[in-house]
């Protein structure tokens, strides 16, 4: 049976290398985003920078394709099949596409080189006009969807940790992974994809139904 080192050495991996191999690739495909700009993440994510075409060999391997958001530097994992892929729920979609919304906003209105950031407020407000279904979202099922996206990485807080929607000038930070997660190139695009959400809920459509967004 073939052993961790013969496998990796003809990668190009070092011996000290191989060690980290294993929990760099788990990580990879545990946590989908790995910054250059988090501390934590600092030095796996310049592991995989090193490391890239034969960590790129091995993700392929197993279905998965590895790429990078240069701008932002963040690395993303994309599963080639369905099996691995994260559905989200038609508000957890809907909140995606509102945050992508006021992303583009921000930098085009801005010209910020960082990741730029809304208040709660803003965000309540961006999904009520798109929507019309705040009133259907009580407190907890809007921190509860807000913590989802945190965890997932596609949001942070500026203040602290602590995410309460009540304080409606409480800011959140928007961070370059929303540009992957749903990558909208052109502004016909997200008209599209507004005009798919509002139909959806002037339909009805029950709130733990799937969206059409999944990473």
Known sequence: MPTTDSLLTPLGFSEKEQRNVPRVVNRLLGDTFLYQDIESDKEDYYFVHRNRAAIET??????????????????????????????????????????????????????????????????????????????????????????????????????????DVRATDSRLRLRGSIRLILPIKTVDEMDAWLRKYRKASEEGQPEDEEGVIDS
């Open 58 to 163: 091995l993700l392929s391997l197993a279905g998965f394709t590895l790429t990078h958001d240069d701008y932002h530097r963040i690395f993303q994992v994309i599963s080639d099949y369905s099996y691995c892929r994260a559905h989200y729920k038609l508000d957890e979609s809907l909140m995606i596409v509102v945050l992508r919304k006021l992303y583009e906003e921000r930098m085009e209105h801005l010209s910020l080189a960082q990741d730029p950031t809304v208040t709660i407020g803003e965000v309540r407000e961006e999904y009520r006009a798109i929507s019309g279904k705040e009133r259907d979202l009580g407190i907890v099922q809007y921190e509860t969807l807000l913590r989802r996206l945190r965890a997932i990485g596609l949001i942070d807080t500026v203040e602290g940790r602590t995410i």
